[in-house]
């Protein structure tokens, strides 16, 4: 992939550089809004106090821990705005790549820590997020079939496909499995909706098909901001048997 990238160079997601094969140019990268900022280990709220807000401590969500590549703000939500809302599916590469590049930095250790384990190998960070080796199988958030077609195309799906390719270069990727959740019935887009209208508007909005007893999960959106869409998709995986649900996005609001 490194070679392809030298001889095809990329343009930089957000500032449109040429970068080799990288989802972001060097500076883009250095001053990218959220990048690495500390975090809830379970919603990946910004919290600087514990490893766990005041929220998810006093009621514990459906979903075991979450990672967000960067902040939803500018200039990263302008990518993310523009995949979803005006069908540049192009723009899905550079942000699962710079997805991948999250998580395996989330898992890596840095040398001299304590927590190394040799070259190339990777442990379950303090965040509480996995190597993408340890989660069996990675689940995109769904849309609601009269949503697909009126868009034609899930843009987490598509997020998800460019992760798992790209992991599969530097770690052993997990399988992308679409149809392990559905999207029962339509429901008013969330970004349109308020705190307690989006609680009310997916309750019971996913269905997980088949049995997923033992596995570990990860789930894939675009952007997470109360988090009960992730909510809702970790409760159908559960009631499926799933053991461990991970959520995994490219943007998270403050």
Same mark, same amino acid.
């Given at each position: 992939?490194?070679?392809?990238?030298?001889?095809?160079?990329?343009?930089?997601?957000?500032?449109?550089?040429?970068?080799?094969?990288?989802? =972001?140019?060097?500076?883009?990268?250095?001053?990218?809004?959220? #990048?690495?900022?500390?975090?809830?280990?379970?919603?990946?709220?910004?919290?600087?106090? *514990?490893? $766990?807000?005041? *929220?998810?401590?006093?009621?514990?969500?459906?979903?075991?821990?979450?990672?967000? +590549?960067?902040?939803?703000?500018?200039? !990263?939500?302008?990518?993310?705005?523009?995949?979803?809302?005006?069908?540049?599916?192009? !723009?899905?590469?550079? =942000?699962?790549?710079?997805?991948?590049?999250?998580?395996?930095? +989330?898992?890596?250790?840095? =040398? &001299?820590?304590?927590?190394?384990? &040799?070259?190339?190998?990777?442990?379950?960070?303090?965040? &509480?997020?996995?190597?993408?080796?340890?989660?069996?199988?990675?689940?995109?958030?769904?849309?609601?079939?009269?949503?697909?077609?009126?868009?034609?195309?899930? $843009?987490?799906?598509?997020?998800?496909?460019?992760?798992?390719?790209?992991?599969?270069?530097? #770690?052993?990727?997990?399988?992308?499995?679409?149809?392990?959740?559905?999207? $029962?019935?339509?429901?008013?887009?969330?970004?349109?909706?308020?705190?307690?209208?989006?609680?009310?508007?997916?309750?019971? &909005?996913?269905? +997980?098909?088949?049995?997923?007893?033992? !596995?570990?999960?990860?789930?894939?959106?675009?952007?997470?901001?109360?988090?009960?869409?992730?909510?809702?998709?970790?409760?159908?995986?559960?009631?499926?048997?799933?053991?461990?649900?991970?959520? =995994?996005?490219?943007?998270?609001?403050?």
């Amino acid at each position: 992939m490194q070679m392809m990238g030298r001889f095809l160079p990329r343009l930089c997601l957000l500032c449109e550089t040429p970068c080799a094969d990288a989802a =972001l140019c060097a500076p883009c990268r250095k001053f990218l809004p959220g #990048s690495g900022r500390r975090r809830c280990r379970i919603c990946a709220r910004p919290w600087q106090v *514990s490893m $766990q807000c005041a *929220s998810c401590r006093a009621s514990p969500p459906a979903y075991e821990a979450s990672l967000a +590549a960067a902040d939803y703000c500018a200039p !990263l939500d302008r990518a993310v705005t523009a995949l979803k809302f005006s069908g540049q599916i192009g !723009l899905a590469t550079g =942000l699962g790549a710079l997805l991948a590049q999250a998580w395996v930095a +989330a898992v890596t250790p840095p =040398l &001299g820590t304590g927590r190394d384990v &040799g070259e190339g190998h990777v442990v379950e960070g303090e965040d &509480g997020i996995p190597p993408p080796g340890r989660l069996d199988c990675i689940v995109p958030i769904p849309l609601a079939p009269a949503r697909l077609a009126e868009r034609g195309f899930n $843009q987490a799906h598509l997020i998800a496909g460019a992760m798992v390719k790209r992991l599969r270069g530097v #770690s052993t990727a997990p399988v992308l499995r679409q149809s392990h959740l559905v999207r $029962q019935r339509d429901t008013q887009a969330q970004s349109l909706l308020q705190w307690n209208a989006r609680q009310a508007n997916l309750d019971h &909005g996913f269905t +997980a098909v088949g049995r997923l007893d033992g !596995l570990h999960v990860g789930v894939v959106d675009d952007v997470m901001t109360t988090g009960a869409t992730l909510q809702a998709a970790a409760l159908a995986l559960k009631a499926a048997g799933a053991a461990r649900v991970v959520n =995994l996005v490219v943007a998270r609001t403050a």
